[in-house]
T-cell receptor, first 116, second 112 residues
């Protein structure tokens, strides 16, 4: 079974631009979560989508948004990029149930975003 | 108080020794507990899940859970240099509105 895929793997943008990142979950997984990872802050939760609905949201500004499609693929968008948005953006998929192994999240390789 | 706390390390152990990684959590309704391994420059990889009090063994890895003490640990037996990585503890409470919360990770170095 194929793992979680993310595109693009690397991205360089300038301040003020916007960016869209894509995530394809493991086949059969209905939940996709997005994280931001920086050396100073560790893994920070952005949001989770389940069956095309945002189920949870972390403490990030409204410039960060996402969506999920009917095939469970997900995108996240960051508008008006700031230097501090430079980070590794990770998505993780899971079956999406409420407990046990349904919660196990499997990560994609990540998108390394650099904002100049 | 952080929701999930880990010693940041670095933790160094000689090859062949047992590495012990610890994690405490604050939310008493936490039900699912995970250990991830992250090599430098790579994404986290799930290595252990544990849901009930006690020990769970998988190869050289043993996860231990004590819900009364709000404590979960990971033991790595016969540590190898290839085990050198950052280990992340993650905790989730029951319910769809609860997210998976990660600790800041413990950096482990296994010395040849």
């Amino acid at each position: 079974k194929a793992g979680v895929t993310q595109t693009p793997r690397y991205l360089i943008k300038t301040r003020g631009q916007q960016v869209t990142l894509s995530c394809s979950p493991i086949s059969g997984h209905r939940s996709v979560s997005w994280y931001q990872q920086t050396p100073g802050q560790g893994l920070q939760f952005l949001f989770e989508y389940f069956s095309e609905t945002q189920r949870n949201k972390g403490n990030f500004p409204g410039r960060f948004s996402g969506r999920q499609f009917s095939n469970s693929r997900s995108e996240m968008n960051v508008s008006t990029l700031e230097l501090g948005d430079s980070a590794l953006y990770l998505c993780a998929s899971s079956l999406g149930g409420l407990a046990g192994t349904y919660n196990e999240q499997f990560f994609g390789p990540g998108t390394r975003l650099t904002v100049l | 108080q952080k929701e999930v706390e880990q010693n940041s390390g670095p933790l160094s152990v000689p090859e062949g020794a047992i590495a012990s990684l610890n994690c405490t959590y604050s939310d008493r309704v936490s039900q699912s507990f995970f250990w991830y391994r992250q090599y430098s420059g790579k994404s986290p990889e799930l290595i252990m899940s544990i849901y009930s009090n006690g020990d769970k063994e998988d190869g050289r890895f043993t996860a231990q859970l004590n819900k009364a003490s709000q404590y979960v640990s990971l033991l790595i037996r016969d540590s190898q240099p290839s085990d050198s990585a950052t280990y992340l503890c993650a905790v989730k409470a029951v319910g769809s509105a609860r997210q998976l919360t990660f600790g800041s990770g413990t950096q482990l170095t296994v010395l040849p």
